[in-house]
């Protein structure tokens, strides 16, 4: 395990783990042991320095899932400013983002020209070229481009400190311009610490991670905190349902994380693959992102005869926020756990001060950002102080019971508002969820002339299921208060969803190419 000091940089996290012992991997790839990370850190911080790159310095990284993408965090962090960027981006993206962070170099992997390239030509940012081999330890790369001129001696690598950013991500910006939210070292490893405590990992754990890696929760959850514990992490390609069971029996995890929708495929095909479950034998499954409903969480405990660890967390918070707690203590379906690494309270809505009803969910704690990057007006709306602490708003509603456990009402932008009644979408998720031919389901606003905003839901029926949209609604009738009703059910093939695998309900009514309803 690290170290109980939290103030430390990720240089620092990784010393002490034994060199021989595995840090990263990829299927059907040698493992890359922590000496070899180490060793790799110290001759990439080299190369940036020759590169004209330094502590400070933004580096935009754009590479696919795998290994080199996690290890390129790792090494490239402990001596500049890291920022992820979405592969699926458009050259306008990358152009806007890149611009934004104000980034330095590009690195991207040897022979890619696309979008990402163009954008960085076009700002005039430097771009860096990862070049690794399939025969080499998962994750061993190096880094080529243009070198500063010879005349010009390189400056020697100096290690970024406990207090400086590592990690710069953007906030979705589904209702407003994406804010720049900077994570420093003691964020990271406060929040690595955090995770692998709540999880009690050590080195003889392993993570199969199927998470994107240019987002928080596969950066943080999977890599970080395993690597914090001295534990490994196999990194694939991304997370293809047809393909999770072969990973499964090939690398051998004790654990892995998912965001519900993963989770909901993977269920989908367990039992043509019980031989690879009971073979295997993980030691608990970790959810996190979004909730998880009550229904996939029992049918996942069913399955996999093994803890589900649901977990909250947030891009703000360096992850985790919460965490359900490990066996004998209870786990409770439905709710997101209990206060795991941050202090977790409730407070007005409206007014800066903690209250112990319904209400904001707010933390306190070393992983959470210091604050938006040039954005006073988001920090004066985010942050407060109380009772001798600085608090952060997460935008979410809830509240905490006798036991300290947290229950998610959802989003407050989320909140359906029906002419002055204020509707949980998650709640009626769950009613729907109770219907036996119902797979997965998001509900959502839709705006209406008269009301301001009505119910609507999108559902995904389970294989083989054949229902009508009318029987579904008496269903929800029979269970709901007249107002919470959808008004409108659509039955889909596969519901809309983020770069991450998050159903999104904000502006899902768009994107679904649904009108105003009158």
Same mark, same amino acid.
């Given at each position: 395990m690290?170290?109980?000091?939290?103030?430390?940089? !990720?240089?620092?996290?990784?010393? @002490?783990?034994?060199?021989?012992?595995?840090?990263?991997?990829?299927?059907?790839?040698?493992?890359?042991?922590?000496?070899? /990370?180490?060793? !790799?850190?110290?001759?990439?911080?080299?190369?940036? &320095?020759? *590169?004209?790159? $330094?502590?400070? =310095?933004?580096? %935009?990284? +754009?590479?696919?899932?795998?290994?080199?993408?996690? #290890?390129?965090?790792?090494?490239?962090?402990?001596?500049?400013?890291?920022?992820?960027?979405?592969?699926?981006?458009?050259?306008?993206?990358? %152009?806007?983002?890149?611009?934004?962070?104000?980034?330095?170099?590009? +690195? +991207?992997?040897?022979?890619?020209? $696309?979008?990402? +390239?163009?954008?960085? =030509?076009?700002?005039?940012?430097?771009?860096?070229?990862?070049?690794?081999?399939?025969? @080499?330890?998962?994750?061993?790369?190096?880094?080529?481009?243009?070198?500063?001129?010879?005349?010009? %001696?390189?400056?020697?690598?100096?290690?970024?400190? &406990?207090?400086?950013?590592?990690?710069?991500?953007?906030? #979705?910006?589904?209702?407003?311009?994406?804010?720049?939210?900077? /994570?420093?070292?003691?964020?990271?490893? &406060?929040?690595?610490?955090?995770?692998? #405590?709540? /999880? %009690?990992?050590?080195?003889?754990?392993?993570?199969?991670?199927?998470?994107? /890696? *240019?987002?928080?929760?596969?950066?943080?959850?999977?890599?970080?905190?395993? !690597?914090? &514990?001295?534990?490994?992490? #196999?990194?694939?390609?991304? *997370?293809?349902?047809?393909k999770f069971f072969g990973l499964m029996k090939e690398v051998q995890p004790t654990w892995y994380t998912a965001v519900p929708t993963m989770h909901q495929a993977i269920l989908s095909r367990a039992a043509r693959n019980a031989e690879v479950i009971t073979e295997v034998g993980l030691r608990f499954l970790r959810s996190s992102s979004a909730s998880l409903p009550p229904q996939v969480f029992d049918e996942l405990v069913k399955t996999f005869n093994a803890p589900v660890i649901e977990g909250y967390g947030m891009t703000e918070a360096a992850h985790q926020m919460c965490s359900n707690p490990l066996p004998p203590r209870a786990q409770k379906p439905g709710c997101v756990g209990i206060a795991a690494g941050p202090m977790v309270r409730i407070a007005s809505e409206s007014e800066d001060h903690l209250i112990d009803d319904l209400g904001e969910i707010v933390i306190s704690g070393p992983n959470v950002t210091p604050g938006y990057e040039s954005n006073p007006d988001a920090n004066a709306k985010s942050f407060f102080e109380a009772e001798g602490h600085r608090w952060f708003r997460t935008g979410d509603q809830g509240h905490l019971d006798a036991e300290g456990y947290l229950w998610l009402t959802g989003r407050l932008k989320e909140i359906i508002n029906r002419g002055g009644e204020k509707i949980s979408p998650r709640e009626v998720d769950e009613v729907l969820m109770d219907h036996p031919a119902v797979a997965q389901a998001v509900t959502f606003a839709l705006p209406h002339a008269k009301l301001g905003e009505d119910v609507a839901a999108a559902v995904v029926l389970r294989d083989g299921a054949d229902i009508e949209v009318a029987e579904i609604r008496k269903f929800t009738q029979e269970r709901l208060a007249a107002f919470k009703v959808p008004r409108k059910i659509l039955i889909l093939d596969e519901i809309p969803k983020g770069a991450t695998g998050k159903l999104q309900r904000i502006g899902l009514h768009e994107k679904l190419g649904l009108a105003e309803s009158a």
């Open positions: 690290c170290s109980s000091d939290l103030d430390m940089t !990720l240089q620092e996290m990784l010393a @002490s783990a034994p060199g021989a012992s595995p840090a990263l991997g990829a299927p059907n790839r040698p493992w890359m042991q922590f000496g070899e /990370l180490r060793k !790799l850190s110290q001759t990439i911080g080299a190369q940036l &320095a020759g *590169f004209g790159l $330094g502590r400070g =310095d933004r580096v %935009a990284i +754009v590479l696919p899932n795998g290994p080199e993408m996690a #290890s390129a965090f790792v090494t490239i962090a402990q001596w500049c400013v890291t920022a992820p960027l979405n592969p699926a981006y458009k050259r306008d993206e990358y %152009a806007f983002y890149m611009d934004d962070l104000k980034a330095k170099a590009l +690195v +991207v992997m040897a022979g890619e020209d $696309g979008p990402a +390239v163009q954008a960085a =030509d076009e700002l005039g940012i430097k771009i860096l070229r990862l070049h690794s081999s399939d025969a @080499s330890p998962a994750g061993v790369f190096s880094l080529r481009g243009s070198a500063l001129a010879s005349a010009t %001696a390189a400056p020697e690598a100096v290690p970024a400190q &406990a207090d400086d950013i590592a990690l710069i991500l953007h906030t #979705s910006g589904t209702t407003s311009r994406p804010k720049i939210v900077p /994570l420093l070292h003691r964020n990271l490893t &406060a929040s690595g610490h955090h995770i692998a #405590s709540s /999880l %009690a990992l050590s080195g003889a754990d392993r993570c199969l991670n199927v998470m994107p /890696l *240019f987002h928080i929760h596969g950066l943080v959850a999977a890599v970080t905190a395993s !690597l914090c &514990a001295g534990a490994s992490v #196999s990194c694939t390609a991304g *997370f293809d349902a047809l």
